[in-house]
Each structure stands twice: as C-alpha cells, then as structure tokens.
C-alpha cells in the first residue's frame, strides 16, 4: 500500500516536471520512507496518548529517530 502512494506521488511529480523521469526510483524511495516514518510516528504518539505515556512517547521519538540515520535503519 506505502509503495502504491509512493509511485503515486511520484508520478505526480514526473507529471508536472517538477523531478527528472531518471530519478524516479529515488523519490519512491523517498516517499516510502517519508511515509513510514510519518505512520510510525504517529502510531507511537496515538499509543502514548492512549496508555498516558505522552512524556516517555516523545522522549523515546525525539532519541530514536536521530539514531535511525547512522545506524542504518533506514536501509532496505
């Protein structure tokens, strides 16, 4: 479903000319990744929210995410 609004947007993109045709995997690939760390994030703040963990949701965000880049949690 992610990967069909990935290339979705992209083509969106590629429509208007706003991106090159060559380039069109990196963007999907951008988009999936945009929309994985949005719903995962949103996920983790609506469950903190819920069990009234707001404070240790954000906390646990505001850690996580910056580690994901070196780490290599953002690889396929």
């Not at 429509?15 to 988009?31: E, M, Q, S």
């Amino acid at each position: 479903m992610l990967r069909v609004i990935a290339e979705r947007c992209t083509d969106i993109l590629l429509k208007y000319g706003i991106i090159p045709n060559g380039r069109k995997t990196v963007y999907i690939y951008g988009f999936e990744l945009l929309g994985s760390l949005t719903f995962s994030g949103i996920s983790i703040l609506a469950l903190g929210s819920i069990f009234h963990y707001m404070p240790f949701a954000i906390i646990f965000l505001v850690y996580f995410i910056p580690i994901r880049v070196p780490a290599g949690g953002f690889l396929y």
